[in-house]
């Protein structure tokens, strides 16, 4: 098995034997590119492939009402080149997504990180035959995959009733891992179990807040860290206290569920 059939050992050996190159003259062909994008297309991305999941090679059924068509998903491997930087990957992010009119997921290899992300698409109102996002880009970065998300993954194409559960599905999967990542293990002082959000919302919703108030606790325990004064450390501690309840009531609300299934 090669290395690209390890990490997507998730999608169905049909799908997967169909991938073909994506050129970079393909790239530069369908992004409205300028002048800093193409040479961040040369300069960034080492090589790349694409394949197109269908009704006839994952045996799913395609989906189609007034708001959206999910026909086909597409997901896409790009290898990147050490040069690569963090504004650069989510640039590339951006031009990829808006350029092509399909629901992507987009898998970018940074050395031991992976870039993943996905967005929904809507039919645009104004301009019939137009697709626009349902709403912003879910990303995240992964040092190393989660066995649980992969584990998400897998089954889910005998659980899916068609193309466009399939990939909602991958979106939701994508927020358990962002959700995921957060340092559990230093507020808890335990991993956490790898959780699933009900509803694509749900997710958005949680990790808004969870990371907001992830970002709270560790700005104060890392002020606690630094402070000598006794008072003042008793006040950082009783806010930094006040915060991880508040994560904790949150995560106790959420209407997530762990797996496996």
């Known amino acids: 098995m090669t290395s690209v059939q390890h990490e997507f050992d998730w999608l169905p050996e049909d799908a997967l034997n169909g ?4 050129p ?36 799913i059924p395609a989906y189609k009402d007034e708001q959206c068509s999910y026909n086909e998903l597409l997901v896409i491997h790009a290898e990147l080149s050490e040069k690569a930087n963090s504004s650069g990957i989510v640039r590339l992010q951006e031009m990829f997504h808006r350029s092509i009119p399909y629901p992507l997921f987009l898998w970018l290899a940074h050395g031991p990180a992976y870039f993943l992300s996905a967005v929904p698409l809507r039919h645009n109102r104004a301009e019939k035959g137009k697709e626009v996002w349902e709403t912003s880009i879910t990303k995240v970065r992964s040092f190393e995959l989660v066995p649980a998300f992969k584990a ?49 919302e749900a997710g958005a919703r949680a990790w808004g807040s969870l990371s907001t108030l992830f970002e709270k606790w560790k700005s104060l325990n890392s002020r606690l860290n630094k402070e000598r004064q ?32």
Not at 244 to 254: D, K, W
Not at 255 to 261: L, V
């Open 19 to 22: 991938r073909t190159s994506l």
């Open 24 to 59: 970079k003259t393909s790239m530069l062909a369908s992004m409205p590119a300028g002048k800093g994008d193409v040479t961040l297309i040369h300069k960034n991305i080492r090589s790349a492939w694409v394949l197109s999941l269908r009704p006839d090679n994952v045996g």
């Open 152 to 200: 998400a993954l897998h089954p889910s194409f005998s659980h899916t009733a068609n193309l466009r559960d399939l990939y909602i599905r991958w979106i939701r999967s994508l927020y358990g891992l962002m959700i995921h990542s957060l340092p559990w293990t230093e507020l808890m002082g335990n991993p956490q179990p790898f959780f699933l959000p009900d509803t694509i």
């Open 230 to 261: 006794p008072n003042h450390r008793v006040t950082l501690g009783n806010k930094r206290f006040d915060v991880r309840e508040q994560i904790l009531s949150l995560v106790a609300s959420l209407p997530f569920r762990a797996f496996p299934e």
